[in-house]
């Protein structure tokens, strides 16, 4: 083989790895632009403010607990504060699609109920939103699993599914 078909094999393989690793990144850009506008799908995140200074009277905040919105749909609002979530228990139907509306009084909290992907921070002044489906019975630990404090181990609670 001549030096100049080498070269030309080269510039082949060259080719051959330029061209995926252009189109690579282009795809992913492709989803992540498809399933943020197209799909709508987001983290979960910011879903408003809120004063944390004026929870108190601050719908829905003013009025913690689960409410029932259909047959099998629920809300739960949530305020987590340094070293409980308030409240501490929800107890749904098996099959519920609950969306948890949360808030920090305080200091950043999380939330994570534990074998679900539910995962979300709970900052001072910005309403969380994140909602699952509960199908399987149980009970559902719920976590703060962002440090806050000298009783963070003890912030918890737990969804009692029937
Ligand atoms: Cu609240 Cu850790």
New binding site residues.
Partial sequence: MSLRTNKYIGYLFEVAWILPSVAIPVAVLVAVILTAFAVGITVPGAAGRVDPQALASTAPFDQPGLKELAPGRYEATLI?Q??VFLPNTIEVPRGSKVTFILTSRD?I??FKIVNTPVNIM?IPGQISRVTHTFSEPGEYLFV??????A???V?SGKVIVK
Avoid at 144 to 149: D, S, V
């Fill in positions: 987590g340094t070293f200091v909290h999380g709970l703060c699993h962002e440090y806050c404090g009783g963070h181990h912030m």
